[in-house]
């Protein structure tokens, strides 16, 4: 009797266990040594990324950023089709992307969200590059285009390469910062970890125009906006008067040849250049050829933080550009901004304020160097 009893005592708790699966395989699963609430050994989960969801929670809170509601994971993939990010919710309008190499918070914005869908398997390609799968092509809707993958490098190659850090590991230097800030242990106790004693912040002292045109690629629609807050605050001549709105500054600079609707780089974008289309002569000569703009200059550095925050400072917008290009590729796939903020938190990351040229003013991207490429990519600004 005691053995049949057991039996089936073991049997009603197998079916039980069955039927819950059953019912939802999506939010049960088996765990050991896990803190969050389970029956019968089995663990029930509000959110299959809640401990990045905390983590960026507490960064934002610790960071001067306020309280947020962040929801709706979704898991991003690379170009090589391997897990690479988590793009969560924030609030009713922003959003939030978490790198799964190194749990870098590579990007947010609380007033705009990447034009895609949830059921969509995104592929995420660096700053403001989502698209969605389609097999051996990513399409992207803001630009509507589709691209094959084989021309594509993977932003993450070099993180893959060369970074590897855990959640746990971040999580702990975030409540070491927390401890050292409330006087709760010294700097000195974490040897050479370092943090910011204060968060620096800069802007500049207008904003820029969130213009967005599927039909200029991001080269031509920065230089556009570089432009047109030029001719805002600085001078009305760094424009024609009938060529300053959106699409019409970008026709003009294009159809006179001072740029090309092409793929370029900050060098090129500067000093001009020759491709498919033809040769080009850059903003730098645009600004020579225009008598009234001639004691400006268009100039073109590497990219360093330390000069964006200087230019910041004197009220001088940046044009900058991350990039994927390696070699043996046919194109290169990166994205050009206009930079108008600088963010510098409690963790000592360096951030940045951009307008994403796709109708957005306030996106914060990652400044860390690793994410942006030597020479001919880099920064221009006008000077």
Same mark, same amino acid.
């Given at each position: 009797m005691f053995k049949k009893k057991s039996y089936k005592r073991i049997i009603s708790v197998v079916l039980a266990g069955v039927l819950l699966l059953s019912v939802n395989p999506k939010s049960v699963y088996f765990v050991l040594g896990n803190s969050n609430t389970e029956k019968n050994g089995i663990l029930f989960k509000e959110d299959e990324y809640s401990?990045?969801?905390?983590?960026l929670k507490e960064w934002f809170l610790l960071n001067g950023q306020g309280e947020h509601n962040i929801y709706n994971p979704r898991l991003m993939y690379s170009v090589s089709d391997d897990p690479a990010a988590i793009l969560f919710d924030v609030d009713d309008k922003g959003y939030v992307v978490i790198c799964l190499y190194n749990y870098d918070i590579m990007e947010y914005c609380f007033d705009s969200k990447p034009l895609i869908y949830n059921d969509d398997r995104i592929i995420y390609n660096g700053f403001?590059?989502?698209?969605?799968?389609?097999?051996?092509?990513?399409?992207?809707?803001?630009?509507?285009?589709?691209?094959?993958k084989k021309c594509l490098s993977d932003f993450f190659r070099k993180m893959k390469m060369e970074q590897s850090k855990t959640l746990q590991e971040k999580s702990k230097e975030l409540s070491d910062i927390k401890d050292i800030l409330s006087g709760e242990a010294e700097a000195n106790d974490y040897g050479s970890m370092q943090i910011n004693r204060s968060i620096e912040y800069g802007c500049l002292s207008y904003p820029l125009q969130t213009w967005s045109d599927s039909y200029y690629m991001c080269h031509?629609?920065?230089?556009?906006?570089?432009?047109?807050?030029c001719y805002d605050h600085f001078s009305p001549v760094f424009l024609p008067y009938y060529n300053t709105s959106n699409h019409?500054?970008?026709?003009?600079?294009?159809?006179?040849?001072?740029? #090309?609707? #092409?793929?370029?780089?900050s060098s090129s974008v500067v000093y001009g250049g020759a491709n498919y289309v033809g040769v080009f002569w850059g903003i730098d000569y645009y600004l020579s050829s225009h008598m009234n703009v001639s004691t400006y200059s268009a100039v073109y550095e590497e990219y360093s933080y330390a000069t964006i925050k200087d230019l910041i400072n004197n009220g001088i917008p940046v044009v900058t550009e991350s990039t994927n290009n390696f070699p043996g590729l046919e194109q290169d796939e990166g994205h050009a901004y206009v930079v108008h903020g600088y963010l510098i938190g409690y963790d000592g990351v360096p951030r940045l304020y951009?307008?994403?040229?796709?109708?957005?003013?306030?996106?914060?991207?990652?400044?860390?160097?690793?994410?942006?490429?030597?020479?001919?990519?880099?920064?221009?600004?006008?000077?």
């Amino acid at each position: 009797m005691f053995k049949k009893k057991s039996y089936k005592r073991i049997i009603s708790v197998v079916l039980a266990g069955v039927l819950l699966l059953s019912v939802n395989p999506k939010s049960v699963y088996f765990v050991l040594g896990n803190s969050n609430t389970e029956k019968n050994g089995i663990l029930f989960k509000e959110d299959e990324y809640s401990n990045e969801r905390e983590y960026l929670k507490e960064w934002f809170l610790l960071n001067g950023q306020g309280e947020h509601n962040i929801y709706n994971p979704r898991l991003m993939y690379s170009v090589s089709d391997d897990p690479a990010a988590i793009l969560f919710d924030v609030d009713d309008k922003g959003y939030v992307v978490i790198c799964l190499y190194n749990y870098d918070i590579m990007e947010y914005c609380f007033d705009s969200k990447p034009l895609i869908y949830n059921d969509d398997r995104i592929i995420y390609n660096g700053f403001v590059s989502f698209y969605f799968d389609k097999g051996n092509e990513v399409y992207d809707l803001k630009e509507e285009r589709a691209i094959d993958k084989k021309c594509l490098s993977d932003f993450f190659r070099k993180m893959k390469m060369e970074q590897s850090k855990t959640l746990q590991e971040k999580s702990k230097e975030l409540s070491d910062i927390k401890d050292i800030l409330s006087g709760e242990a010294e700097a000195n106790d974490y040897g050479s970890m370092q943090i910011n004693r204060s968060i620096e912040y800069g802007c500049l002292s207008y904003p820029l125009q969130t213009w967005s045109d599927s039909y200029y690629m991001c080269h031509v629609d920065s230089a556009a906006i570089l432009l047109r807050y030029c001719y805002d605050h600085f001078s009305p001549v760094f424009l024609p008067y009938y060529n300053t709105s959106n699409h019409s500054a970008q026709g003009y600079l294009c159809q006179n040849g001072f740029l #090309t609707n #092409t793929r370029n780089n900050s060098s090129s974008v500067v000093y001009g250049g020759a491709n498919y289309v033809g040769v080009f002569w850059g903003i730098d000569y645009y600004l020579s050829s225009h008598m009234n703009v001639s004691t400006y200059s268009a100039v073109y550095e590497e990219y360093s933080y330390a000069t964006i925050k200087d230019l910041i400072n004197n009220g001088i917008p940046v044009v900058t550009e991350s990039t994927n290009n390696f070699p043996g590729l046919e194109q290169d796939e990166g994205h050009a901004y206009v930079v108008h903020g600088y963010l510098i938190g409690y963790d000592g990351v360096p951030r940045l304020y951009v307008n994403d040229t796709f109708g957005s003013n306030n996106v914060v991207i990652n400044g860390s160097s690793i994410y942006y490429s030597s020479y001919p990519y880099g920064m221009w600004y006008i000077h």
